[in-house]
């Protein structure tokens, strides 16, 4: 851990239970993820000194912000946090640049003027200081409550929820303008949110938390498509999580399933008989074309009867019920492709799984066990 880096090890016993640890680097933003209730807001509350939890160490910069252990435990003034709320939490009698004004605690009134004037022109809201947060539309309330945040030189960045009162339109652009203002702040980031496309969209890492504890933390490609466990990956919403069997063959490792044999990209080292959770991203479902199929198409087929096949504007949703053990694969194609296989429920359809998404994970019981 490096000197700028934020360090968090939380044990929580009252209220929402805590039991967690990451570090986040200067310039770097982690996504917390998880349903309701799993303590992303409560951990962002015992950062910013909100909240004591019953045991912890919080380092910054390498100094120590709380340690139970030693006694230490710095108030939310000492730790120079930024905050931004879900509902904006501006003071409705202030502009927006006294909003901004109040914040700071250095400087006499024209640097806090010219700084707060500035950090107004970072996120775009040039013109609209004099305008109070009723005359303000929700996306640059946000704003506002951005620039805020930075107004204290904070040393940590927290966004608790920030584009979830907003309509789609404006929070895709708060997202946008979001990840432009990363390019001139080097400070910790740490971001709140229940949309998993968001957190995938902004966040260098994304740490999955259920029940207070820190399940997986990785970069978003390798969290989608390596979780830890099948718990991971019903967390991030994922579809295709099955049970299945290690099998030696004079080819190599095999992963029996459904009746069939599916090859494995670099298996790893399992006894014979060795029972597997398996996961596969929809990306890695290829469905055959049936005018022209490709060798590609040739990797792990498997066939099915079509259950489900629900059309999303371009995309087409497909639930492929395969084998006597009834085992749905769900994928997405395009709606043109869906069409141009005729993709109706009840129809007999075929994919592929590519051997090099199959992922597999040590057993769980929150998968129910087909006949292999």
Known sequence: MSADDLSVELVNRRGIPLDLRFNVRAGELLALVGPSGSGKTTTLRAIAGLLRPTHGLILCQGAPWLDTRQGIALTPQQRRVGMVFQDYALFPHLTALDNLRLAMDDGDTNSRRQRAMELLRMVRLEGLEGRYPSQLSGGQQQRVAVARALARRPRVLLLDE????????TRQRLQRELALLRQSINIPIVLVTHDLQEARALADRICVLHQGNSLQTDAPDTLFREPRSARVARLLGQPNLFQGLIRHSPAGLRLSWNGRLLELHQPP????????????????????????????????????????????????????????????????????????????????????????????????????????
């Open 162 to 169: 920030p584009f979830s009162a907003v309509d789609m339109m």
């Open 269 to 372: 080292e399992l006894a014979d008989g060795a029972r597997v959770d398996w996961y596969i991203p929809e990306s890695d479902i290829i469905l055959h074309r049936r005018e022209r199929p490709s060798q590609g198409e040739r990797e792990n087929p498997i066939n099915g009867i079509v259950e489900e096949c629900i059309t999303l504007g371009v995309q087409t949703s497909v639930t492929l019920r395969c084998g006597e053990s009834g085992e749905r694969l769900r994928f997405n194609t395009s709606t043109h492709a869906a069409r141009r296989n005729g993709l109706v429920p009840g129809i007999t359809a075929t994919v592929s799984l590519l051997s090099q998404g199959i992922h597999l994970m040590a057993p769980s019981t929150e998968i129910s066990t087909a006949e292999e």
